[in-house]
């Protein structure tokens, strides 16, 4: 049975090298060894704060040539352990404010508070009394509260001041006087959680957005390429604080789910956004001209994200927004909308509202129509109602962007028009010569 420490410590940002120290100390507390346990458990927690300020920026506390020093100490074997229980319990000097009060001091290194600080030279003796086999009785209850320590703490050991080493790297990354070109920005996203207290990594985001990079839709573009790492990222850390990032605003919402349109989905919890979201921005934010708004729309409809009695306002909402010239639904959306009479709103909108036969109007509304009554033939069974309108509208009109697709759409539907004269001759229409078969054995198959 896996114990909780164990199934925690997994999903934590620590080395490989640090995780097995960690799973040495779990076998050890498996079979009541507890000494080694701690022990291993203590270097574990060593290692993992080494890591961190091996991948970080100088802290700002720190002096330029201070930091070299201690780098390269944390890389010596038998310096590094001692080095970091120095970075952690170094200060900055007392100082007071102005009415003469003290302010306490803070770690010169890390992000962590002076309670934590405090606690530090006492799990530091119970180490030694497990490496050195003082007399001292060590049972699972030390290991176990340790284990606690690790769980309520480990995350606030943040490296003070790489907030700002990171925005340079990566306004550097972005600027291409000072870095080649560059699709790989795992160097900078997995610094995220080392350089702000994770509760800050949504306010991190909105500084990288407004003040660094911000975010175009083209998929080939490097700034699209940096936040879909972000979007998309592994690290639990980075992708509930770009929940929150994108959250906070609408306009901000509304740019990430057209970029990265599955994302919508983390912010359904969210109720009066995404609200906001399926009433307002879609149309008026991303519209009917982005290749996403008919993804977005699917999700909303698929998911269940629209009350059910207001799935059928929004349906008929969206069949205006099809247009000629604008993407339409593909494959697996069609068929979610058909789910929701979607096509028989078009139907009512096309064909039974007769825009294609009014007086002076009916070639102006086909042509402008063009590819959206093609895109329903394309998806619909013919009837009696469109077969009437479309034999009434081809009876004097010869000419036009709709004329030309019509045709080109029954030289490749060879189907359409043994349908549509059957249709015809079945209700006594006389067919215009447009939609005429020549053949008659044919009209009779």
């Known amino acids: 049975m896996e114990i909780k420490f164990e199934a925690w410590i997994k999903t934590q940002d620590i080395s490989e090298e640090a995780q097995m120290l960690f799973d040495d100390a779990i076998k050890c ?18 290692k993992a704060l080494r890591d961190r300020l091996l991948k970080s920026p100088k802290p700002h506390l720190i002096n330029d040539n201070e930091w070299p020093k201690i780098i390269n100490d944390l890389k010596n074997d038998k310096l590094w ?19 003469g009060e003290k302010i306490p001091p803070v770690s010169k290194v890390f992000l962590v508070s002076n309670e934590i600080i405090e606690d530090m030279p006492y799990w ?22 340790f284990w606690l320590f690790l769980e309520s703490h480990l995350a606030k050991f943040i490296v003070n001041g790489g907030k700002q080493a990171l925005l340079d790297k990566i306004q550097n990354h972005f600027d291409i006087k000072k870095s080649k070109p560059s699709f790989n920005f795992t160097y900078l996203v997995d610094q995220i959680p080392l350089v702000v207290k994770h509760s800050e990594i949504p306010g991190l985001l909105v500084e990288i957005y407004e003040n660094v990079v911000s975010l175009n839709y083209g998929k080939e573009r490097m700034d699209h390429a940096f936040w879909r790492s972000i979007a998309y990222s592994t690290d639990s850390r980075i992708l509930n604080g770009f929940i929150e990032f994108i959250s906070s605003d609408n306009d901000v919402f509304s740019d990430f789910v057209e970029a990265f349109p599955d994302r919508l989905l983390l912010c359904t919890s969210k109720v009066e956004l995404i609200r906001f979201f399926w009433m307002e921005s879609l149309f008026s934010e991303i519209g009917n001209y982005d290749e996403t708004f008919w ?23 969206l069949v205006t927004k099809v247009r000629s010239g604008s993407p339409v639904p593909n494959e697996e959306q069609i068929k979610t909308l058909k789910k929701h009479c979607f096509f028989e709103t078009m139907r009512d909108r096309l064909f039974q509202s007769s825009i294609l036969n009014q007086s002076y109007r009916g070639y102006e509304s086909a042509n402008r129509n063009s590819q959206i009554i093609i895109f329903y033939l394309e998806n619909n069974k013919l009837d009696l109602l469109v077969v009437k309108e479309l034999n009434k509208l081809f009876q004097t009109y010869t000419f036009g962007r709709f004329y030309e697709e019509m045709e080109t ?37």
């Open 124 to 145: 530091r003796r119970i180490r030694n009394t497990c490496a050195h086999a003082k007399d001292s009785i060590i049972s699972h209850s030390n290991v176990e509260a």
């Open 295 to 317: 993804e977005l729309s699917d999700i909303l409809i698929r998911n269940n994200i629209i009350p059910h009695d207001e799935v059928e306002p929004f349906v008929k909402k």
């Open 409 to 445: 759409y029954i030289q490749d539907n060879k189907p359409f028009l043994t349908e549509f004269n059957r249709i015809a001759k079945e209700n006594g229409i006389e067919v215009t010569s447009f939609f005429a078969i020549q053949d008659s054995e044919e009209i009779e198959k």
């Open 81 to 99: 352990e001692e080095k970091v229980i120095t970075c952690i319990e170094e200060k900055e000097k007392e100082k007071r404010t102005e009415d």
């Open 29 to 46: 507390y498996r079979i009541g060894v507890y000494r080694p346990a701690f022990l291993m458990s203590y270097l574990g927690f060593m």
